[in-house]
């Protein structure tokens, strides 16, 4: 069984989607023989590569109230991670481009698998969320990439280009093909769609309902 699972990066949401799949995925009993891909969609794409406005900034700018606004979504949006295991601390993240994020993400695909990939992505999460971490930052993806198996010489000059870009693009297009308008967004054997960070029983509820109809045509 295949699962694809756009997100980005820089979404609370998405790391608490990948969470409540992983929770799903425990109580499934095919998970060995489940493979999850990570597709890039970027939700801020003008977002900036250097800086100082923290994400508590940013939103209190974008939907008014200033930083305190901000702090309070963001503190709203910790106690749903919590729910799910996560201990966010995103009132030092900086609000910052994850676009050559996602190029290193294809790079771990490339190189390592889905399994390598999956690390990376876990390892960006937790070094934005946790760490407060500037993943717009050449040398710290580099670093972050070594962490999980990548040769950081590699990683760097792959950075340093523009390599990949067409393979971020072909996520980004296949989303938009499907009708995703936000992450996480997750397709399932490219049968079943599942939009937002839905509660883990869900998940579990179209694992088993997809694993029942393998091998079975897709509906036009």
């Known amino acids: ?34 493979t999850v891909t990570f597709r890039s969609f970027e939700l801020d794409p003008g977002a900036p590569r250097e800086g100082t406005e923290t994400v508590a900034e940013m939103l209190g ?10 702090l309070q979504m963001i503190e709203q949006v910790g106690q ?12 030092r993240s900086l609000h910052r481009s994850s676009h050559d994020a996602h190029r290193l993400l294809h790079l771990a695909l490339a190189e390592g698998g889905p399994s390598a990939q999956s690390d990376l992505e876990e390892r960006l999460f937790a070094a934005y969320f946790v760490e407060g971490r500037d993943i717009a930052d050449q ?26 870009e067409d ?35 869900l998940f579990l509820q179209t694992l088993q309902r997809a694993w029942a109809e393998r091998g079975q045509p897709v509906p036009a």
């Open 167 to 201: 393979a971020v693009a072909r996520d980004v297009a296949q989303a938009q093909a499907y009708g995703a308008t936000g992450v996480p967004f997750i397709v399932i054997d490219d049968r079943y769609g599942i939009s937002g960070a839905q509660p883990t029983e």
């Open 1 to 34: 069984m295949r699962i694809d699972f756009w997100a980005d990066v820089v979404c609370p949401w998405c790391y608490i989607g990948k969470r409540r799949l992983e929770q799903a995925l425990e109580q499934f009993p095919h998970a060995d023989e489940v």
């Open 80 to 91: 749903v991670a919590a729910e799910a295991g996560l201990q966010l601390d995103q009132s």
């Open 139 to 164: 040398a710290v993806l580099a670093e972050l990439g070594s962490v999980v198996g990548l040769d950081a010489e590699r990683a760097a000059a792959v950075l340093a280009s523009d390599e990949l």
């Open 61 to 70: 700018h974008r939907y008014g109230g200033g930083r305190e606004a901000g």
